[in-house]
């Protein structure tokens, strides 16, 4: 089964609510109007969870640009990413994908270059 990614428009991103209640109290895009912080023991966690992956799928793969869209340190969104399981898994996945795919647009492009490519 295919999962399928919300579009995020980068240029004139706005982080959802849901992602908003998920994010750590310092994030500089976290008003005090979105209220506690909500965990991976909150049912609410995975709309959350959906939305970090929609940003994370809409930059590549790279936590460093997701962390600037959010206004949070690559390491308070490693550790976010980190506290889920499963949302680790799927960010890993994620990131795996976007190395094959890199690998198979080098394949098409430059055939006889393979075994050259430093991934």
Do not use: C, W
């Amino acid at each position: 089964m295919a999962i399928v990614r919300k579009p995020v428009d980068l240029d004139a991103y706005s982080a959802p609510r849901e992602l908003l209640q998920i994010l750590p109290p310092k994030s500089s895009i976290r008003g005090s109007d979105i209220g506690s912080q909500i965990g991976p023991n909150n049912p609410k966690f995975a709309m959350g969870m959906q939305a970090l992956l929609d940003l994370i799928f809409a930059v590549e793969g790279s936590v460093a640009d997701a962390a600037k869209y959010l206004g949070l340190s690559t390491g308070a969104v490693s550790r976010l990413i980190l506290s889920d399981d499963s949302l680790r898994k799927e960010v890993n996945d994620l990131r795996a994908s976007k190395v094959y795919l890199l690998m198979f647009i080098e394949l098409i492009n430059k055939p006889n270059s393979f075994s050259s490519l430093h991934v």
